[in-house]
């Protein structure tokens, strides 16, 4: 039998009839429309299908659909509506990703990661982004990235004295 849920994904209200068993990867992908959480290895090691649920980053594949009704989730869809965000501008110029399977997981993970610790040290950075696989591009690179985007943030924020 069927259980209702409703739920708000990037902004946008949405009323499902799922199963218990259906995955909140499998929902977003196939009935909502949402491509951007990657099936990956799906028991929750790689990353690849991270989406924040409340503005906390989680494996897609290890959330039933059900345990989402009454709550927000954000996709990488649901970032830079009006253009790159800072972090993203960054990925781009220091060429953070090649195949890109990883990207949305990623973005998602440090954008969660610049929400709590804006100035995090490189330290901080690989440990938190330690749960998103990368295939091609050897980590440096998003590391960079993510440490550019927040000194960037920090320049741009910091009072005229
Ligand atoms: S597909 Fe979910 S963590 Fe790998
Ligand atoms: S860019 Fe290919 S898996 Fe990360």
């Not at 790689?46 to 924040?52: A, D, N, P």
Request: charged letters at 20%.
């Amino acid at each position: 039998m069927g259980h209702a849920v409703a739920l708000k994904v990037n902004g946008e209200s949405w009323s499902l009839e799922v199963e218990p068993a259906e995955l909140l990867l499998e929902v977003l992908r196939s009935r909502v429309g949402i491509k951007s959480p990657k099936p990956g290895c799906e028991r929750g090691d790689c990353g690849s299908c991270t989406v924040l649920l409340d503005g906390r980053s989680v494996r897609s594949c290890l959330v039933l659909a059900v345990e989402v009704d009454g709550h927000e989730l954000t996709t990488v869809e649901g970032l830079g509506i009006d253009g790159l965000t800072e972090l993203q501008q960054r990925m781009v110029e220091l060429s953070s990703f090649q195949c890109g399977y990883c990207a949305p997981g990623i973005v998602l993970t440090a954008t969660e990661l610049l929400a709590v610790n804006p100035r995090p040290e490189r330290h901080e950075v690989q440990a938190a982004m330690s749960g998103n696989l990368c295939r091609c591009t050897g980590y440096a690179p998003i590391i960079d990235a993510v440490l550019t985007a927040a000194a960037t943030a920090a320049a741009t924020t910091a009072p005229e004295v």
